[in-house]
Structures are given as C-alpha cells and as structure tokens.
C-alpha cells in the first residue's frame, strides 16, 4: 500500500465519521440500529456480515465493562477466500470507545475467534482483499472498516507477524497447545494515535 493510497483510505473513513456525525450517529449507533440494548459477548449484528464478493466478514461485540477503560468493544474483521463456507481467517480486531472512535489494533490468539490458522505472511496476504460493500447493517459502517484495514495495512501486517512471534515464544501449561491456551489473549497490539 502506497502512503498516497493510505491517505485516501484516512479521507475515506473521516467522510463516513463526518456523514454519520451529520445524522447524530456513529458507527456504532449505526452497528447496533436494530439492537438498542446491545449485550455483552454477542455478536452484532446477529449471524455477522458477510461480503460473497470479496470474502470480507466482521462482526461487533462488547465484553463487560473494565474499570478504567476506555474501550466499549470492538470489530473483529476476517477474510473468507473460499466463500461463506471456506476457511475463515482472524485479520484485526479494531477497539472503539462508545463513540465509536478508533483506540487500538490488535491481534489475538486462534482460542479466542476459533479461525483457521494461517501464518502470518498468509494472513497478509489477505488484507487487501477485506472490501466490505454490502448495504447493512450500514453502508457506511461497512465502508468504514473498509478503509480502516486499508489505512493501517502495515501496521496490521507488523502486528500479524508480532502475533506469529509471540505465539511462537509462548510456553503455557504443559500439555496444551499454544494455541488454545486461554491465559494468552491478545497477541499483539497497537494504540492509535491520541489515545
């Protein structure tokens, strides 16, 4: 990804703030329209959003409020190749506040998304085909995480390959795979700018 091809991602996902923002909405108010009181743990919206064109899927969920933090949940974004029924694989998970403002990027371990492992060099591979243009639960919802990946593609690159070098690294309890040991959660992270 060109820094010229970055920045537009940035314009592009600065229009859909500043439009939903017009209307009094957010990315989230617009994730959970049909679900005023959103639960922790569940997915939203409901059976999660998939692209058949692109292979792009994501769903928004929130976990009990930590004392301290900022963070009101976050998307999990995957990629498909194969199609609906095919491998899923983990790209980013992306932080929000209640405004639906971006904290952090982060990558997680295979237990907590249950996705088919792919390396890290496989799984970039993948970030440029994460194109979500499907109109719920919102168009611009959709296009946001479109060029959120897009706009951070090599910051999520250098986080994929972090979680590669962290999992390999990890010695949990004898006994259980890596990868399904829940005492390692989040795998690499990134705060965004201002937070």
């Known amino acids: 990804m060109t820094s010229q091809q970055a920045e537009r991602a ?28 959103p639960k922790v743990w569940e997915h939203y919206p409901p059976g ?11 769903y928004y969920h929130c976990h009990p409020a930590a004392e301290g933090s900022a963070e009101h949940g976050h998307f999990h974004c995957f990629l498909r190749p194969q199609g609906k029924d095919g491998p899923v694989h ?7 506040d209640a405004h639906g403002r971006p904290l952090r990027l982060f990558t997680v371990n295979r237990w907590v998304v249950g996705d088919d492992w792919l390396d890290a060099e496989g799984t970039i591979a993948l970030l440029a085909r994460f194109d ?11 296009r946001w995480l479109t060029a959120m990946v897009a706009a951070y ?16 690294a990890h010695v949990g309890p004898q006994g259980i795979a890596t990868s399904d040991d829940r005492s ?12």
């Open 48 to 58: 999660d959003v998939f692209d058949p064109a692109s292979g792009a899927q994501w």
């Open 132 to 142: 979500m243009q499907m109109p719920r639960p919102s168009y611009l919802v959709n």
């Open 153 to 168: 593609e090599t910051e999520i690159a250098e986080l994929i390959r972090r979680r590669d070098v962290r999992l390999a």
């Open 90 to 96: 983990h790209l980013v998970a992306i932080g929000v």
């Open 10 to 37: 940035r314009q592009e996902m600065a229009f859909c703030e500043a439009l939903l923002a017009k209307g009094g909405l957010s990315v989230l108010t617009e994730t959970f329209r049909d679900h005023p009181q």
């Open 184 to 195: 390692l959660e989040v795998t690499s992270e990134l705060a965004l700018a201002g937070n």
